[in-house]
């Protein structure tokens, strides 16, 4: 799987957008880019993925660069229950019906909501 | 729609106790089952994962083990818990075939003593 690259921690105002960057230089062409969160003490929720189009679902949008070497995951109304930690994956998704891919979580990006 | 059960939300065990940890998953048949593990500031190692009734895969080697003795059960064990047990597990669900992603339980709060 690729290595991704997150920032540690971010802030954002509540009301605000709020743009979580992630590098995955190594990506390969049928890897897709995932993204989780995860609520302090609750398991991580799925939250969107895409391949190479830009993706938007009730909960976020995602923006791959052209190159496919990073993306952005756009809140664009943060609240406080945006508060989370952040998790940016790269995997390559199995069709086969005798496979499963088990997702490797990094540290994420710890994004806090200021009220 | 599916749901998916974790027991027990906390644990407090001695070293060297037994430990079992159940999941289960409702709404679905045949999905594929994961255990994860979260230590303390860190993040979420993949432990096991099932395709189906008595398969499991194992991601590193460690003091414990899983069975699935049910299309829609996923045990997590262990004959002798260590200090370094100590984490926050996880029991995950997903599809076959084209995936949007991993349903999460609530987790399990490990604290071996």
Redesign the interface.
């Known amino acids: 799987d690729a290595k991704t690259t997150q920032p540690p921690s971010m802030d954002c105002a509540e009301g605000r957008a709020a743009n979580l960057p992630c590098n995955h230089s190594t990506i390969s062409g049928n890897e897709y880019v ?1 993204w ?1 969160r995860q609520i302090h ?6 939250i969107i ?1 895409g391949l190479k189009n830009n993706e938007t679902n009730e909960m976020a949008s995602l923006i791959i660069t052209e190159d496919r070497k990073s993306s952005t995951l756009i809140l664009p109304h943060a609240t406080l229950r945006d508060t989370a930690v952040y ?1 940016c994956i790269v995997r390559v ?3 086969s ?12 990006t710890h994004l806090i909501i200021q009220p | 729609s599916q749901t998916i059960h974790q027991w027990p939300a906390t644990l407090v065990q001695p070293v060297g106790s037994p430990l079992s940890l159940e999941c289960t998953v409702e709404g679905t048949s045949n999905p ?1 089952l ?1 255990w ?1 593990r979260q230590a303390a500031g ?5 432990l096991f ?3 189906g009734i008595g398969q499991i ?1 194992s ?1 590193v080697p460690q003091n414990l083990s899983a069975s699935r003795p049910q299309d829609r059960q996923f045990i997590l064990s262990s004959k002798k818990l260590l200090l370094s047990d100590s984490g ?1 597990y ?1 029991c ?1 669900w ?1 599809v ?12 399990t ?1 490990l604290t071996v003593v």
Do not use: I, W
Request: charged share 15%; glycine share 22%; net charge positive.
């Open positions: 995932y989780y003490s609750q398991g991580p929720q799925y993925h998790y998704r199995m069709y019906g005798g496979g499963a891919d088990g997702l490797t979580f990094g540290k994420g | 594929n994961y994860y860190r993040g979420l190692q993949l994962y099932s395709v895969s991601e926050f996880l995950a997903s076959k075939g084209p995936q949007k992603g991993y349903t999460f339980g609530s987790g709060r």
